[in-house]
């Protein structure tokens, strides 16, 4: 399989999208990649370009994932009159995936045809590599109904024909839309279905057919969508190219996934040091209501009782490079009311974080609970965290001493 050639050491390992002739992004590509940007080339097969193109791709030392022709470059696996094309199609696509070595092929479902012929179609051309992507309800040729955009006739294409499955976000969400149906339930029954890889854009949440959107230019929750994935994900990201010359619109949204986008775990005994070096931190130190240094013996006790402590619920928040960013702690005061804690590290400190990383671990911590109320003590010096925390969407309700230090209390609403 094609994981056995990417490094994927990421929670997040993103992909970069061309087409077969491409030629016009060779160069740059190769240094992107040489520069740590992507993992992988997402390869779109356009018909009839193997024998023009296949050396132009041989020669980069860069794993591909290969992309078989869709409905609009002729390709329709849920239309029968059309299999000897069909089969033409995933051919080339095959050769391509044989000389460069790919582990995955993906497929269209297909448009306005039938799923059981979709699945018997890719029965027959019967190829391990093959993985199957969803798609939105309505195409964008002439509102044409996709095929493959409910889970359920993923899974039956899944279990007659034998394929994987590549989960694209975007058409999920559009799909959910159009069927008025909530988005987060209908993604979790695709992620059931246990994809092998992912494709990621931004877009319009209410929208019904898919925009591939720069990341950051539509209104998606991207650190939800990106927590749902799994450790190690491979992502192509399938955003719009706005140039023929160059991939700069490419590298600011994976300089978009590195700086805004955080991953929320549950703390494990392999974050004890990072959690011991952020505790220490002068400022930390100096911002809580204990200022005295921490002992390394000391700590490690106690982060091992919090690790088992049932009142405690205890988030480590990292980037997709898996750099250690902040911890999280809420403790249980009683049985509705959790007080929350959070450190971040000083090279991600001034940069706005706190309210999106306080939002998301919030949402995530109340999707998972029966908490009913949030509350913060923050020292009354300490004005940056109170701004942060009040740009969160919490409140000031009252004022009390703790240590001997004034600090005002807050709740989240």
Not at 62 to 90: F, S, V
Not at 124 to 148: M, S, T
Not at 357 to 378: D, G, P, Q, R, W
């Amino acid at each position: 399989m094609l994981f056995k050639r990417i490094n994927i050491d990421n929670y997040v390992n993103p992909g970069l999208k061309l087409w077969s002739i491409n030629k016009n992004y060779i160069i740059e590509a190769q240094k992107l990649f040489d520069e740590g940007y992507y993992k992988f080339i997402e390869l779109f097969v356009l018909p009839g370009s193997y024998d023009n193109y296949i050396k132009l791709w041989k020669d980069l030392n860069i794993p591909i994932i290969i992309h078989a022709p869709h409905y609009r470059e002729g390709m329709n696996l849920a239309d029968k009159t059309k299999k000897e094309n069909n089969t033409k199609l995933a051919n080339e696509a095959k050769k391509f995936a044989d000389d460069l070595n790919s582990g995955i092929i993906i497929f269209h479902p297909g448009v306005a045809g039938e799923t059981h012929e979709t699945a018997r179609q890719l029965r027959e051309i019967n190829e391990p590599r093959a993985v199957i992507e969803n798609k939105p309800y309505l195409g964008l040729d002439d509102d044409l109904i996709c095929n493959g955009y409910s889970p359920e006739e993923i899974k039956y294409i899944m279990s007659y024909s034998g394929v994987g499955f590549c989960l694209d976000i975007g058409h999920a969400i559009c799909a959910a839309n159009a069927l008025k149906v909530d988005f987060r339930e209908y993604l979790k029954e695709f992620f059931i279905l246990n994809p092998v890889m992912f494709h990621l854009t931004d877009g319009d949440l209410n929208a019904v057919y898919d925009s591939h959107l720069h990341l950051g230019d539509g209104n998606y929750n991207l650190n939800y969508l990106v927590n749902l994935f799994p450790l190690n994900s491979i992502i192509t990201l399938e955003t719009v190219k706005n140039s023929k010359e160059n991939l700069n619109d490419f590298v600011k949204d994976i300089e978009y996934l590195r700086q805004k986008i955080f991953i929320i775990k549950l703390a494990t005994e392999n974050d004890i040091k990072d959690v011991f070096d952020l505790s220490n931190d002068p400022i930390v130190r100096n911002n809580s209501f204990n200022s005295e240094i921490i002992l390394f013996e000391n700590h490690v006790k106690w982060f091992n009782n919090k690790l088992k402590d049932r009142n405690t619920v205890f988030y480590i928040i990292r980037n997709i490079n898996q750099e250690f960013v902040s911890q999280i702690r809420l403790e249980k005061e009683n049985e509705n009311n959790w007080i929350i804690s959070i450190s971040i590290v000083e090279k991600f400190r001034g940069k706005g974080l706190v309210k999106i990383i306080l939002k998301e671990t919030i949402n995530k911590f109340l999707a998972n609970s029966h908490a009913e109320n949030i509350y913060a003590f923050i020292k009354k010096s300490n004005t940056t965290s109170l701004i942060s925390f009040q740009k969160a969407g919490f409140s000031i309700i009252g004022e009390e001493t703790i240590n001997n230090n004034d600090s005002f209390k807050l709740k989240y609403v």
